[in-house]
């Protein structure tokens, strides 16, 4: 299991980003995909969830309204769109899912700034 994010960077106040995560070496369609955030010098947070068909998702509150989790199956991947983008949503952006165990990618770093 190897994840692995892309699409974060520098953005304006109300700007846009959408973040990618590839997950190949698992049936990807079979588990629950994850986003979460750490901010400096704060906890790690659940950000969005998505179930195995995209049927279903789920926001924290901060950010529901203004970002939008989905996945593509056939590309063994999901994305997470940020619209609406505000300085306190600057944090570096994890991946993840549990399998037997807990698997995360790398982090992509999101820094929102005029």
């Known amino acids: 299991v190897h994840l692995v994010e892309s699409g974060g960077g520098l953005a304006q106040p109300g700007g846009s980003l959408r973040l990618s995560c590839a997950a190949p070496?698992?049936?990807?369609?079979?588990?629950?995909m994850n986003w979460y955030r750490q901010a400096p010098g704060k906890e790690r947070e659940m950000v969005a969830i998505i179930d195995s068909s995209g049927a279903s998702t789920t926001y924290t509150e901060s950010v529901a309204g203004r970002f939008t989790i989905s996945r593509d199956n056939g590309k063994n991947t999901v994305y997470l769109q940020m619209n609406s983008l505000k300085p306190e949503d600057t944090a570096v952006y994890y991946c993840h899912v549990r399998l037997t165990g807990d698997y995360w990618g790398q982090g992509t770093q999101v820094t929102v700034s005029s």
């Open positions: 070496g698992f049936t990807f369609n079979r588990y629950r």
